[in-house]
């Protein structure tokens, strides 16, 4: 069990708003269960309302009591590891696979697919989430960075928020942009009707995203091209994509009816570089996730100069 405190500089922000930015390493929606678990003491008074608005001068203790046992069934795939050592591990993970448990998914998942390795994981996004800093879609492939301490997730979170750390895409994409390169900057937030997906909204009903984009490969009524996040919300690039009218090639959400030259199982997005500092030497790495065998025959069907050395 940790505990802190803290005191409000500046007031005016909601509670779980403020966690978050004074404690990035633990996500605003596990600051908002353990405000409701009465963890969080304002001026020596337990807080439940995630809504309170701090106050120039609050004192805040906060309580982060250990990881949950884990209670999830293991379960063993065949995992393409792109690094491994006592601190982290980097994946290329393929399409198909959800990264973490949730009432559609309770066990085939990439968290499964770990604890099978019989790995140590950090515990500080609870016991569904161990290990998980960052996600990916289920039909994204590529590059996928898991913690295997505390101390290190703390590091991958944290350069990920300062965004020090680096995340490269490759899409393809149907139609081609006017310019070739540019940058996507709108507000994106849940669909006002179909809750299950999201929408490029208005700023107070959305939070900032931002993409960098530029065009690697004209493929007749395609595009390969290459993304750049600055920030990481849930669906941005392919949010993006629509919105800019060039969807990801084979989007079940976002896409067009268009079909794909080859078969494709989900969009044609995928996590195609990661660079970050190692949370405990303190050295630069980049890690290339080899584009998966659909990819391949796609782009040698419409006849493209992309090779398996670029991947």
């Known amino acids: 069990m940790e505990t802190y405190a803290y005191r409000v500089e500046q007031g005016g922000e909601r509670l ?3 966690l ?11 600051w908002q269960k353990l405000i409701s678990q009465g963890q969080i003491r304002c001026n020596q008074q337990v807080c439940t309302d995630k809504n309170y608005t701090v106050q120039a001068g609050d004192e805040i203790h906060v309580t982060l009591p250990d990881p949950e046992p884990l209670d999830l069934v293991p379960h063993a ?18 399409a198909g696979l959800v990264v973490h448990p949730s009432a559609g998914h ?3 998942t990439l968290v499964n697919a770990l604890l099978a390795k019989k790995i140590s994981l950090s515990g500080i996004n609870g016991s569904l989430r161990p290990g998980i800093v960052h996600r990916l879609d289920k039909d994204t492939t590529g590059a996928l960075v898991i913690a295997k301490t505390d101390q290190a997730h703390q590091s991958l979170q944290s350069q990920i928020q300062a965004k020090t750390a680096r ?6 994409v149907i139609g081609r942009p006017q310019q070739p390169q540019g940058r996507i900057e709108t507000y994106v937030g849940r669909h006002p009707v179909d809750r299950q ?8 009903q959305g939070r900032l995203a931002i993409t960098h984009w530029r065009i690697r490969e004209a493929l007749g009524p395609f595009t390969l091209m290459e993304f750049d996040l600055e920030t990481g919300r849930t669906h941005q690039i392919r949010v993006h994509c629509a919105h800019a009218g060039w969807p990801i090639l084979g989007d079940p959400v976002y896409g067009s009816s268009r079909a ?8 044609l997005l ?11 030497s303190g050295e630069r790495y980049t890690w290339t996730a080899p584009l998966p065998d659909p990819w391949l025959r796609l782009l040698k069907r419409l006849g493209s100069s992309w090779s398996v050395t670029n991947s």
């Open 16 to 18: 779980d708003r403020w």
């Open 20 to 30: 978050t930015q004074v404690h990035p390493q633990v996500s605003r929606s596990r």
């Open 77 to 94: 795939l065949d995992l393409q590891i792109l690094f491994e050592d006592e601190y982290l591990l980097v994946v290329n993970k393929p």
């Open 106 to 108: 309770p066990q085939d």
């Open 167 to 172: 995340r490269q895409y490759l899409g393809i």
């Open 197 to 204: 997906k999201m929408a490029v909204r208005d700023p107070g």
């Open 260 to 267: 794909s030259p080859v078969k494709l199982s989900g969009q």
């Open 270 to 280: 995928h996590a195609w570089k990661l660079s970050l500092d190692h949370p405990h």
